[in-house]
């Protein structure tokens, strides 16, 4: 992440039951089959929830050179998601106004 900029040091991996009845999601988005099937699908603080199947690069086997070339396509994707995402958020407020 830092090549792109991003200093992910102080950050780390949380659980759902952190954020459960504590805090309102206007969306959950799930990006992989394991969180998919194990996040609940209905709890409190909840609006929408997404997914988006995106490859596990942690599972991908291969060379070290691989294996970092398919987190970086990963990572690109979830950035590609991201910003389409947004955009048709954009969209909807847009015309939710006119």
Not at 43 to 61: I, K, T
Request: aromatic share 8%; with cysteine.
């Amino acid at each position: 992440m830092e090549e792109i900029g991003l200093d992910l040091g102080s950050h780390r991996s949380k659980s759902l039951e952190e954020y459960l009845g504590k805090m309102h999601f206007g969306y959950l988005i799930t990006v992989c089959a394991d969180a998919d099937q194990n996040c609940p699908t209905v709890f409190p603080g909840l609006g929408q929830r997404l997914h988006w199947n995106l490859e596990d690069p942690a599972a991908f086997q291969g060379s070290e050179e691989a294996k970092l070339a398919k987190f970086r396509e990963v990572r690109d994707e979830v950035e590609r998601r991201i910003k389409a995402w947004a955009a048709e958020q954009d969209m909807e407020t847009v015309h939710e106004e006119s």
